[in-house]
């Protein structure tokens, strides 16, 4: 129960600080808190339906939701740019009205269904970053897979390395800790052999890791569909999704390299811009930085918290439009940038 209720704590105070931000936002404070622009990260975009076990409900928003956050921008004066106008826009003297640039990480097949029609709608700009092993349907994604496995079993046996233990499964709670073991599994130890672990647990227990990954993630067919699209560009995001700070340079270099070549291959167009798996100050460092750079990226994006800086353009900020904060008013708090200076960023 101690992690639940971190979870929920955590939670209220994030929407305390967005109610106080967007608070003092209306009243005119804290002006000098805004940058010249914003970059959303957002990965599901799809109606939702509820589950008792939801443990990706973070990165999950609804059409409705995304389609209001547009148009409360708009509304506050905020231009809808690609992303790779971005080092630019920084550099530019003059200022000029502030800009917002959209990110879609994943390529869920949902961002074409559901998230497309409303960025038409908006006139928005997006780009959706694609990990070649996903699209090709050759690797899972592990929150994916676990969030199936712990719906559907009342009990699984595992061994996180000290030899194997029984995990109860019966209620939400024994299914976050369980989820929780499993995360803190993935992110301290060898990425590929345990989420090779996890895959085999879930073919054990009838389930195809790769069958959801195929399910949820757009085909190369998809893909050039949505690249065709004036509105939408492709970013790298790796082959295998893991996190590039704790392998050997050179792979992370070819994991890097080849998602471009990949994202080119597909779609006729050498990707400019590519985002971190993770994006945490853990998976992403100052070395991959440097490499995006060499190999020709010109926009690279973390998920930490942050408003763009021109010094930065290899390794910027994003704020993420949040499953559990799906109202208007927070989009206008994340923008102004009043929540980053509460946090003393």
């Known amino acids: ?63 409705r939701f995304l389609d209001a956050a547009l148009g409360r921008l708009r509304r506050e004066g905020y231009r809808f740019v690609r992303l790779d106008q971005v080092p630019a826009l920084l550099a530019a003297p ?16 949902n961002n074409l269904e559901h998230a497309l029609p409303v960025f038409e709608r908006h006139r928005a700009p997006f780009t959706v970053f694609i990990a070649k092993g996903f699209a090709e349907g050759s690797h899972s994604i592990w929150w994916e897979t676990l969030a199936v496995l712990l719906r559907r079993k009342r009990e699984i046996r595992f061994d996180f390395g000290r030899g194997s233990e029984r995990l109860g499964l019966d209620n939400p709670q024994q299914q976050w800790h369980a989820f929780d073991r499993f995360a803190w599994f993935i ?41 065709g699209h004036p509105l939408a560009a492709l970013g790298a ?59 020709g990226f010109t926009v690279a ?3 930490q918290p942050g408003l763009p800086a021109a010094r930065l353009t ?21 923008a102004s940038g009043i929540p980053l200076k509460l946090m003393g960023r």
Not at 25 to 42: C, E, H, K
Not at 188 to 193: H, M, Q, V
């Open 94 to 109: 003059d200022g000029g009205p502030p800009f917002a640039a959209f990110t879609l990480d994943d390529g869920y097949i």
């Open 1 to 63: 129960m101690t992690g639940q209720f971190k979870r929920l704590g955590k939670r209220l105070a994030i929407g305390a600080g967005l109610e106080l931000s967007w608070l003092l936002s209306s009243a005119g404070l804290m002006r000098q808190a805004r940058g010249p622009g914003v970059i959303f990260t957002l990965h599901h975009v799809r109606p939702h339906m509820p589950e008792a076990f939801e443990p990706n409900a973070h990165l999950e928003i609804t059409p």
């Open 301 to 303: 994006v973390t998920t």
């Open 187 to 227: 992110h301290r130890s060898d990425e590929a052999g345990a989420v090779a672990a996890i895959d085999r647990l879930a073919r054990e227990n009838g389930i195809e890791p790769t069958d959801l990954t195929r399910q949820l993630v757009m085909s190369p067919g998809q893909l050039q569909r949505l690249a």
């Open 237 to 295: 995001h790796t082959i295998s999704h893991r996190a590039l700070a704790r392998l050997p340079e050179a792979e992370a270099r070819i994991e890097m390299q080849v998602s471009a070549d990949y994202v080119e291959a597909v779609t006729g167009i050498r990707p400019q811009t590519i985002a971190y798996p993770y994006g945490t100050p853990e998976a992403a460092t100052a070395r991959e930085a440097k490499i995006a750079r060499n190999l």
């Open 314 to 334: 290899g390794y910027l900020p994003r704020i993420s439009l949040n499953g559990f904060y799906q109202k208007r008013r927070y989009v206008s708090a994340l």
